[in-house]
């Protein structure tokens, strides 16, 4: 037996992602967010494959694969799949400096396997006065298995909004702010539709003149062409 002097704030069980898909399943969950789930350990597993230089197999989770971390992943995968989320807008991620304790020492933030992730979907990392790491590769894992668009609409409705308080204290707001939106159409928008007609009366382009203003068009015109 090792005995330590200090104390493990997580339990760290060295897993495979074979060994992660397995407590996937044996969760009670819809099929849908056991996929889910599995997707956001996949990207988290690619992200360690190419810091650590071997196969996705064979990474072993250390703090991912902790039993909180497997109930985070796990947890969120519900959530969304409850929620019916079928899309996500994901502007970018703001990230802090410095450097972060881990397995492997100390390693530099923004973590490899964030920048991993952040490159392979294009996910913008912005920079702030901040010392400490304020993205995690399981939360920028969360945020590129569920990103369907990178920018939000240019009118939309609120339907509700969530907040989530971190413990970690950065001297400033630490939170994430999730909205679900409804896109509302744009009242200022024109649309201008052109065409050549050929071998039409002047009757039927007068017939056809009334209908589309009754229709709502701001307006209707003829020009005639000599070719």
């Known amino acids: 037996e090792h005995h330590h002097a200090h104390e493990h704030h997580h339990s760290h069980e060295h897993r495979r992602l074979d060994d992660i898909y397995t407590v996937?399943?044996?969760?009670?969950?819809?099929?849908?967010?056991?996929?889910?789930?599995?997707?956001?350990?996949l990207i988290v597993a690619q992200a360690e494959s190419k810091a650590h230089g071997c196969p996705v197999g064979e990474v072993h989770f250390h703090e991912v694969g902790a039993v909180d971390s497997i109930v985070d992943i796990i947890s969120a995968a519900v959530l969304i799949d409850d929620l019916n989320i079928a899309g996500c807008v994901v502007t970018g991620l703001t990230e802090?400096?410095?450097?972060?304790?881990?397995?492997?020492?100390?390693?530099?933030?923004?973590?490899?396997?964030?920048?991993?992730?952040?490159?392979?979907?294009?996910?913008?990392?912005?920079?702030?006065?901040?010392?400490?790491?304020?993205?995690?590769?399981?939360?920028?894992?969360?945020?590129?298995?569920?990103?369907?668009?990178?920018?939000?609409?240019?009118?939309?409705?609120?339907?509700?909004?969530?907040?989530?308080?971190?413990?970690?204290?950065?001297?400033r707001a630490n939170l994430l702010r999730a909205m679900l939106i409804e896109e509302s159409p744009n009242d200022d928008q024109i649309y201008i539709v052109e065409c050549n007609i050929d071998?039409?009366?002047?009757?039927?382009?007068?017939?056809?003149?009334?209908?589309?203003?009754?229709?709502g068009a701001r307006d209707v015109h003829f020009i005639p062409v000599s070719y």
């Open 24 to 41: 996937i399943e044996q969760a009670r969950m819809t099929d849908r967010a056991k996929e889910l789930a599995k997707k956001i350990f």
């Open 96 to 171: 802090g400096s410095g450097f972060v304790s881990c397995q492997h020492g100390d390693l530099p933030v923004p973590v490899p396997a964030v920048l991993n992730i952040a490159e392979r979907y294009g996910i913008p990392l912005r920079p702030c006065a901040v010392t400490g790491e304020m993205v995690t590769p399981t939360g920028i894992a969360i945020a590129a298995a569920l990103r369907t668009q990178s920018s939000l609409p240019k009118q939309y409705k609120i339907i509700k909004t969530g907040t989530g308080l971190g413990k970690r204290d950065f001297g």
């Open 199 to 215: 071998d039409a009366a002047g009757e039927e382009l007068g017939f056809a003149m009334e209908k589309l203003t009754a229709a």
